[in-house]
């Protein structure tokens, strides 16, 4: 069984430009959600997916959006990038509906740098 | 509203110590409640969670931790603490579509 994966490790941007992060689930698991971890802090939510529709958002602006494929792989893409978006992006995983039982796995993250 | 509180960013014991890491919450029944740990460059690999079956719950690698609701707090301990704990500690609640992190406790072993 695989884990939950996330390419690419790290990220380089400038202001302005756009970026598209990755995710793959856990193998049987249709539900991703997607976090900011800025340096020295939490993880903050930003939203989640299941069975490819949003089922809950954070308090992250519209540039910030997702998808989910039917093979329950994600995307997280963020526009205009600005600096205080530089942080580690975390994908995590969980199995069937999202409950609040339910233990969310982790990717590794991507790192993304904005300068 | 849910919210987690980890008392102390920052707790330094020696190797052999008893670990406390603190968390209380902030939460409307039930209160799922998790701990993760975080080394370095890594994603959040889970400890344990409390789910309301016991109010001790045991982990991975000694650690446990107790739910006490009239505390409203969920502390993490571990009996004795070896140099390979050292690490960021996070304590969630999970309302059901998100996780609400507290905001981490770095633990450092001292030899």
Not at chain 1, 28 to 40: D, E, I, K
Not at chain 1, 83 to 102: F, K, M, T, V
Not at chain 2, 4 to 16: A, F, K, N, P, R
Request: aromatic fraction near 12%.
């Amino acid at each position: 069984e695989t884990g939950v994966t996330q390419s690419p490790t790290h990220l380089i941007k400038t202001r302005g430009q756009q970026v598209t992060l990755r995710c793959s689930s856990q193998s049987g698991h249709n539900t991703v959600s997607w976090y900011q971890q800025a340096l020295g802090q939490g993880p903050q939510f930003i939203f989640q997916y299941y069975r490819e529709e949003e089922n809950g958002r954070g308090n992250f602006p519209p540039r910030f959006s997702g998808l989910q494929f039917p093979n329950y792989s994600s995307e997280l893409n963020v526009n205009a990038l600005e600096l205080d978006d530089s942080a580690l992006y975390l994908c995590a995983s969980s199995l069937d509906r999202p409950g609040y039982q339910e233990t969310q796995y982790f990717g590794p993250g991507t790192r993304l740098l904005v300068l | 509203a849910q919210s987690v509180t980890q008392l102390g960013s920052h707790v330094s014991v020696s190797e052999g110590a008893l670990v406390l890491l603190r968390c209380n919450y902030s939460s409307s029944v039930p209160p799922y409640l998790f701990w993760y740990v975080q080394y370095p460059n890594q994603g959040l690999q889970l400890l344990l969670k409390y789910t309301s079956a016991a109010t001790l719950v045991k982990g991975i690698n000694g650690f446990e931790a107790e739910f006490k609701k009239s505390e409203t707090s969920f502390h993490l301990t571990k009996p004795s603490a070896h140099m390979s704990d050292a690490a960021e500690y996070f304590c969630a609640v999970n309302t059901g579509n998100q996780f609400y992190f507290g905001t981490g406790t770095s633990l450092t072993v001292i030899p």
